[in-house]
């Protein structure tokens, strides 16, 4: 595959990796209610997320309410929103970098610059992709270690909703594409002085016939 092709490939899965973010950033599914236990009431559902928390009737209706302080909210949750909205912003402006300096536009003229400016774009969507994934799992771990804790039944226990989920798959996505540009943008080395000609006084002097 070119150079062009890979590019193409990777603009893809920073569009899939972007909207991935986006959706575990506004969507509140990032814990559910699990109905386990004897006394199981399907009545209404709660949903948890960043900004908000709900809670669905069997019914259909929807009730969110939005957190008020975000200094009473716990850490992982307050990395979460940090981290997520910074990888946005960093895969935005690398798939824009991206775009720019891909070989199948004409936005740069300067070949030798392309692909120094498709490794640094590479750089962002690495560092954008370990960005989702380091909240989404901390967040897994918490609520998989209240959903084993013997000691929390006050409370109805939370798994793992699609967000998670969705925050996992993005992630890959932007670490695949990141890897790619890595590994297939790297410098052109050589140009134009690779090689030297050497003339001889001899070869070059005008040979002159006396009588």
Same mark, same amino acid.
């Given at each position: 595959? $070119? +150079?062009?092709?890979?590019?193409? @490939? &990777? @603009? $893809?899965?920073?569009?899939?990796?972007? #909207?991935?973010?986006? @959706? &575990? &950033?506004?969507? *509140?599914?990032?814990?559910?209610?699990?109905?386990?236990?004897? %006394?199981?009431?399907?009545?209404?559902?709660?949903? /948890? $997320?960043?900004?908000?928390? &709900? @809670?669905? =009737?069997?019914?259909?209706? =929807?009730?969110?309410? %939005?957190? /008020? +302080?975000?200094?009473?909210? *716990? +850490?992982?949750?307050?990395?979460?929103?940090?981290?997520? #909205?910074?990888?946005?912003?960093? +895969?935005?402006?690398s798939i824009l970098i991206l775009f720019c300096g891909a070989d199948f536009t004409t936005c740069i003229q300067n070949e030798e610059a392309k692909p120094k400016i498709s490794l640094v774009a590479g750089v962002g969507l690495l560092l954008a992709g370990l960005l989702v994934i380091i909240p989404v799992s901390w967040s897994a771990n918490v609520t998989v270690r209240k959903f084993n804790n013997p000691l929390s039944t006050g409370t109805p226990n939370m798994e793992l909703g699609a967000c998670v989920f969705v925050g996992w798959a993005a992630g890959i996505l932007l670490l695949l594409a990141g890897g790619l540009l890595c590994c297939f943008s790297r410098p052109k080395s050589g140009g134009s002085g690779g090689t030297a000609k050497y003339y001889s006084n001899s070869a070059t002097a005008p040979n002159k016939n006396y009588v």
């Open positions: 595959m $070119g +150079s062009a092709g890979v590019h193409i @490939v &990777c @603009v $893809g899965l920073g569009v899939l990796g972007l #909207i991935g973010i986006i @959706v &575990c &950033c506004t969507l *509140p599914q990032w814990k559910v209610t699990s109905f386990t236990g004897s %006394n199981i009431v399907t009545a209404q559902r709660s949903q /948890e $997320g960043l900004w908000m928390t &709900c @809670v669905v =009737q069997s019914t259909g209706q =929807q009730q969110c309410k %939005n957190f /008020e +302080s975000m200094l009473v909210l *716990p +850490s992982d949750l307050q990395a979460a929103r940090a981290m997520t #909205i910074i990888a946005c912003m960093i +895969s935005s402006l």
